[in-house]
């Protein structure tokens, strides 16, 4: 559970967290030691927390709670209680303080932009020759993707991803760049947008000479971690609609070239990953995590699929490296990474069932994908973790087809000595070739073992065809060799850009 919460803090997700403990009568002693008081568990963890202690007030912590949900930058809420107050029972509204509307404890109104900010934002796009706008978190949270296209379009601006989520900005679009890294490198002026996990210097492949905007709803973060030249408080789609209406027409077509050649150096090195990946594969009866990736990106992408239909948890520590690459977004929500800025194992699973229920019952960006299966990716410390979550999808009938990545290894068995020097301490190497797709079969579920790439396709054919008709999940257990992290085997495991296609983690 607090792998989980501590992803969806960095992810500033809006998670409320509600949980039941010991009775006050039984503070200070042993009897139910395990459900004790709960929030130092999560400091550090969470935007707000309170411990409820008088039952009238319920109703009142409840408004605290959304409060901090619906407003500002977004993190999980975490609300304990006591056994007293989860027996207490009342009659009348009187009973309870503060008991009142959503509508007289809390506002739905957020700050727009200073017209002197948005004129001095305009000076400095102009001035630039290859503007980039980052897209981030807020952009999703503020359903900020229509006014975002509208700016982008009408002044030529490349457009990157870096969030937790992607597909706000289509990788299918002549101006973005989450597919470009060249292009990100070569920014002049850089514009963030809704980032809300802000890296340090160094973290963003943008050069060192690149001007910088912020915009954000919260101004107490803005130049953390990072000098900006402009800072804008505002909400995210207050400022990107303000921005439409105060820039100019333009055409960048040198910007536009440079973005389409790096899009496709970029693809160009995913198929010579693709190849290596074909060749190692066959000289040691596994598959490669490239080769996975290649696969995948042709079943989701050029098949029978519609491109934007198909909704990816992207998860995996070292399997992640590789399937990112050749993950696509075509609209907002598509992709989801479950350990975006924070190197949590083992909440893709779960997060599979939270994403498969909102795309089970059209929420939000998924209602127009409503009833279709989603993809996972992980890696076999994250089934490890969390491989009993099968039991839910299967309960559920939520229709998910997870691959976990099995090379036999946590993913940091390399690591501490260099990138590729081997450590392998017993500690880090699980038994050989496990099958995980048995547990997943005795849990309800479908299960395929692959051994080879010949084989992965037929799998994803299968599993997709169940998921479609019947509503039954498959685990597609994919036997990799943890060698592939070595440079035994080039590029082993690639490094992670951010932003783009590659951002992870810190």
């Given at each position: 559970?607090?792998?989980?919460?501590g992803a969806a803090n960095?992810?500033?997700?809006?998670?409320l967290?509600?949980?039941?403990?010991?009775?006050?009568?039984?503070?200070?002693?042993?009897?139910?030691i395990q459900?004790?008081?709960?929030?130092?568990?999560?400091?550090g963890?969470?935007k707000?927390g309170?411990?409820?202690?008088?039952p009238?007030?319920?109703y009142?912590?409840?408004?605290?709670?959304f409060?901090?949900?619906?407003?500002?930058?977004?993190?999980?809420?975490h609300?304990?209680?006591?056994?007293e107050?989860s027996?207490?029972?009342?009659?009348?509204?009187?009973?309870?303080?503060?008991?009142y509307?959503?509508?007289?404890y809390?506002?739905?109104?957020?700050?727009?932009?200073?017209?002197?900010?948005?004129?001095?934002?305009?000076e400095?796009?102009q001035?630039?020759?290859?503007?980039m706008?980052?897209?981030?978190t807020?952009v999703?949270?503020?359903?900020a993707?229509?006014?975002?296209?509208r700016?982008?379009e009408?002044n030529?601006?490349?457009?990157?991803?870096?969030a937790?989520?992607r597909?706000?900005?289509?990788?299918g679009?002549?101006l973005?760049?989450s597919?470009?890294?060249?292009?990100?490198?070569?920014?002049d002026?850089?514009?963030?947008?809704?980032?809300?996990?802000m890296?340090?210097?160094g973290?963003?492949?943008f050069g060192?000479?690149?001007?910088w905007?912020?915009?954000?709803?919260?101004?107490?973060?803005?130049?953390r971690?990072l000098?900006?030249?402009?800072g804008?408080?505002?909400?995210?789609k207050?400022a990107?609609?303000?921005l439409?209406d105060a820039l100019p027409?333009?055409?960048r077509?040198?910007?536009?070239?440079?973005?389409?050649?790096?899009r496709?150096?970029f693809?160009?090195?995913?198929?010579?990953?693709y190849?290596?990946?074909?060749k190692?594969?066959?000289?040691?009866?596994s598959?490669?995590?490239?080769?996975?990736?290649?696969?995948?990106?042709?079943?989701?992408?050029?098949?029978?699929?519609?491109?934007?239909q198909?909704?990816?948890?992207?998860?995996?520590?070292g399997i992640?490296r590789?399937t990112?690459?050749?993950?696509?977004?075509?609209?907002?929500?598509?992709?989801?990474n479950g350990?975006?800025?924070y190197?949590?194992?083992?909440?893709?699973?779960?997060?599979?069932?939270?994403?498969g229920?909102?795309v089970?019952?059209?929420?939000?960006?998924?209602?127009?994908?409503?009833g279709a299966?989603i993809f996972g990716?992980?890696?076999?410390a994250?089934?490890?973790?969390s491989?009993?979550?099968?039991?839910t999808?299967s309960?559920?009938?939520?229709?998910?087809?997870?691959i976990?990545?099995n090379?036999?290894a946590?993913?940091v068995?390399?690591s501490?000595?260099?990138?590729?020097?081997?450590?392998?301490?017993?500690m880090?190497?699980?038994?050989e070739?496990?099958r995980?797709?048995?547990?997943?079969e005795a849990?309800?579920?479908n299960?395929?073992?692959v051994?080879?790439?010949?084989?992965?396709t037929?799998?994803?054919?299968?599993a997709?065809?169940?998921?479609?008709?019947?509503?039954?999940?498959t685990l597609?257990n994919c036997?990799?060799?943890?060698e592939?992290?070595?440079?035994?085997?080039?590029?082993s495991?690639?490094?992670?850009?951010?932003?783009?296609?590659?951002?992870?983690?810190?």
């Open positions: 559970m607090i792998m989980n919460i960095s992810a500033r997700t809006p998670l967290v509600i949980a039941s403990n010991k009775t006050i009568g039984e503070d200070d002693t042993e009897h139910g459900t004790a008081y709960q929030q130092s568990q999560t400091d963890l969470k707000w309170k411990r409820l202690i008088t009238n007030r319920i009142e912590y409840a408004a605290y709670a409060r901090q949900l619906k407003t500002g930058v977004p993190k999980p809420v609300l304990d209680f006591h056994g107050i027996r207490a029972r009342f009659e009348e509204p009187g009973e309870l303080q503060y008991y509307d959503k509508t007289r809390r506002t739905e109104s957020k700050a727009h932009p200073n017209p002197a900010d948005i004129t001095k934002a305009v400095m796009i001035r630039a020759e290859r503007p706008i980052v897209a981030s807020g999703f949270y503020d359903k993707w229509d006014p975002l296209l700016v982008a009408k030529d601006i490349a457009v990157t991803e870096s937790p989520m597909g706000h900005f289509s990788d679009h002549y973005s760049a597919t470009g890294l060249d292009a990100v490198r070569s920014a002026l850089v514009v963030l947008i809704g980032q809300y996990c890296p340090s210097i973290e963003f492949a060192p000479d690149a001007k905007i912020r915009i954000d709803p919260d101004a107490s973060d803005i130049g971690n000098p900006i030249d402009l804008i408080v505002s909400s995210e207050a990107l609609e303000a439409e027409s333009r055409t077509q040198s910007w536009r070239d440079e973005l389409a050649a790096a496709k150096a693809d160009d090195q995913s198929e010579e990953y190849n290596l990946g074909l190692y594969s066959a000289d040691t009866d598959i490669h995590p490239a080769v996975i990736g290649q696969h995948l990106h042709d079943f989701l992408y050029t098949g029978d699929i519609a491109p934007e198909t909704t990816v948890v992207s998860g995996g520590y992640g590789y990112r690459r050749y993950l696509r977004g075509f609209r907002p929500g598509q992709i989801c350990a975006y800025q190197g949590a194992i083992g909440p893709d699973i779960g997060y599979a069932v939270g994403v229920a909102a089970q019952n059209g929420v939000g960006p998924q209602a127009p994908y409503k299966p990716i992980t890696g076999d994250g089934a490890a973790y491989i009993m979550e099968f039991e999808l309960k559920y009938r939520i229709p998910t087809i997870m976990v990545y090379n036999n946590w993913g068995w390399t501490g000595a260099g990138r590729g020097a081997v450590r392998a301490q017993h880090y190497l699980f038994q070739n496990l995980y797709e048995k547990i997943a849990l309800g579920c299960g395929e073992y051994t080879s790439p010949d084989q992965m037929p799998a994803l054919d299968r997709y065809k169940l998921a479609s008709d019947e509503g039954i999940s597609i036997q990799g060799k943890k592939f992290w070595t440079n035994q085997y080039p590029p495991m690639p490094r992670h850009f951010a932003p783009g296609a590659l951002a992870y983690y810190k």
